[in-house]
């Protein structure tokens, strides 16, 4: 599915959240040019198309008492990694599951798991039951926690198409 | 750290739970979305519009709005930096200044300073990780995503 101008307009419109006002869709449409049920029926069809993968609160993790979170990452065979990530995805406690390139030397790894947890002893135990589980343990991996959160909101596609552009949402302070 | 209300725990009640919890993945395309959540709460549109700007305020809520799966709108990319212990502040400050940045973390690894570039097109991602090696002098690992195996289907919250 190709994205139209409209379509854009309407994500980067969307970037700093949906208002808290009785008709939001409206208030978003007004800065696009687009009418309430237009916007909608756009919103619908992206999240059909899975272009929007999910519409709704996004919530944030340390504030609601998830203070650890760690980035968990195993170097794996080409020929494994997809089966162990389609597999992996499903574990309740992992949030994101990805392959990336490797760099090496510096960076060998190419399976990447995001865990979240209440404490650090929490998400260790995640990591080695996920490696017991997976059968990891034989591959090279690191663990790493983060120590400061310097800046987390959502992506500002598009930022030079809205004319009424408010400023960007601050940073957000230390701790992870 | 800036944000009043972020430590201790929040005091939160089962309507606040409710808020943070039903509404990740199915939050209503309806002209009037709040008065939809009022009805499956059972309560106004009034207090949920309340409730949502103070779990704003207190940073529970990031926003309400929508999930892009990752590259099929604009370009994004992890990079990560080994920075000097003294310096990390200072090269935080600059990468944190890119609008094109959305999550920059200090992480315990040698290279200690990971962030997410989402950037219009791989040209203007080429460019933001460019000027960060530029005015940092350091250089900057880019790790671009070859799959996404787990969509981002929300956060599954437990109360215990």
Not at chain 1, 81 to 108: F, H, I, N, Q
Not at chain 1, 136 to 154: A, C, N
Not at chain 2, 49 to 69: E, N, Q, T, Y
């Amino acid at each position: 599915m190709g994205l139209s101008d409209r379509d854009q307009d309407l994500i980067a419109a969307l970037a700093e959240g949906l208002p808290t006002s009785p008709r939001p869709f409206d208030e978003i449409g007004r800065r696009v040019g687009l009418s309430e049920a237009e916007v909608i029926a756009r919103l619908e069809r992206l999240r059909d198309a899975g272009i929007i993968s999910r519409f709704g609160v996004i919530v944030r993790h340390h504030e609601l008492g998830y203070r650890a979170n760690a980035m968990a990452v195993w170097d794996v065979p080409d020929a494994l990694v997809d089966s162990l990530g389609k597999a992996m995805r499903c574990e309740p406690d992992v949030t994101l599951c990805y392959r990336r390139v490797r760099r090496p030397p510096v960076w060998p790894y190419n399976l990447f798991c995001m865990i979240h947890g209440r404490d650090r002893r929490a998400v260790s135990l995640t990591v080695r039951e996920l490696s017991r589980r997976y059968g990891l343990d034989d591959y090279p991996h690191e663990v790493l926690f983060s120590r400061r959160r310097f800046k987390q909101r959502g992506a500002a596609y598009g930022r030079d198409r809205l004319q009424d552009r408010r400023s960007e949402p601050g940073t957000e302070g230390a701790r992870p | 750290m800036g944000r009043a209300g972020t430590e201790p725990d929040l005091e939160l009640d089962d309507l606040d739970r409710r808020l943070l919890d039903d509404f990740q993945r199915d939050f209503p395309l309806a002209p009037a979305p709040y008065a939809v959540l009022a009805e499956r709460l059972g309560c106004t549109e009034e207090e949920v519009l309340r409730r949502l700007a103070r779990l704003r305020d207190l940073g529970a809520v990031s926003r309400i709005g929508a999930v892009i799966r990752p590259n099929t709108v604009g370009a994004s990319c992890l990079a990560a930096i080994e920075v000097p212990a003294e310096r990390l502040e200072e090269v935080a400050a600059i990468v944190n200044a890119y609008p094109q940045v959305n999550h920059n973390y200090e992480r315990e690894h040698r290279l200690n300073l990971w962030f997410v570039v989402a950037a219009d097109d791989a040209n203007e991602r080429r460019r933001v990780l460019d000027d960060i090696a530029a005015r940092t002098g350091l250089e900057v690992i880019d790790l671009p995503m070859e799959c996404d195996y787990r969509l981002d289907l929300g956060f599954p919250l437990s109360w215990g």
